[in-house]
T-cell receptor, first 111, second 112 residues
């Protein structure tokens, strides 16, 4: 059974600081997705990582994928308050078209 | 605005009842996904359709069913509702598998 684990579950950080969210998954997969969810809102796609070594950046967020380690990271650079949200990673179960989401990381950026 | 629409936004119903949630995908998207989000179970993948055909089933209860119509809109039917079915139900769409999914605003279901 494919399991996806994120850590930390909760993250409170100061503005201007850097931090990394980790997403580990238990079964081989070449595709990983990152989403953002604001409180009471829907999910917004951030990144789609489709191969080993893929790196994508958008503003202060950078995501990477290491399929051999079954690990993806979401790095936050010089955090700002607007980044406060819950971040989910998701992996598709190879050959099944099923999608497994991580538990989410609730990020709070303090001014 | 993702381009995915869901109706209704809120739904309050009693245990034992049946409800239908509706989703219209983005123009041009052939894949539709349904998810359930609750505090205790997190975000759970329920089912995926591609161009009218069921492609994958996740943690979908037997009391739940879904379908995708020729115009590509989809409906999720929930029957014999229980208190534990109270949750946010999201629909998402994508051009095809392996592409990013665009989520609708969700339907908040409350079962009393």
């Amino acid at each position: 059974e494919l399991k996806v684990e994120q850590n930390p579950l909760f993250l409170s950080m100061q503005e201007g600081k850097n931090y990394t969210i980790y997403c580990n998954y238990s079964t081989t997969s070449d595709r990983l997705y990152w989403y953002r969810q604001d409180p009471g809102k829907s999910l917004e796609s951030l990144f789609v990582l489709l191969s080993n070594g893929a790196v994508k950046q958008e503003g202060r967020l950078m995501a990477s994928l290491d399929t051999k380690a079954r690990l993806s990271t979401l790095h936050i650079t010089a955090a700002v308050h607007d980044l406060s949200a819950t971040y989910f990673c998701a992996v598709d179960h190879p050959g099944t078209y099923k999608y497994i989401f991580g538990t989410g990381t609730r990020l709070k950026v303090l001014a | 605005d993702s381009g995915v629409t869901q109706t209704p936004k809120h739904l309050i119903t009693a245990t034992g009842q049946r409800v239908t949630l509706r989703c219209s995908p983005r123009s041009g998207d052939l894949s539709v996904y349904w998810y359930q989000q609750s505090l205790d179970q997190g975000l759970q993948f329920l089912i995926q359709y591609y161009n009218g055909e069921e492609r994958a089933k996740g943690n979908i209860l037997e009391r739940f069913s879904a379908q995708q119509f020729p115009d590509l809109h989809s409906e999720l039917n929930l029957s014999s509702l229980e208190l534990g079915d109270s949750a946010l139900y999201f629909c998402a769409s994508s051009v095809a598998a392996d592409y990013e999914q665009y989520f609708g605003p969700g339907t908040r279901l409350t079962v009393t």
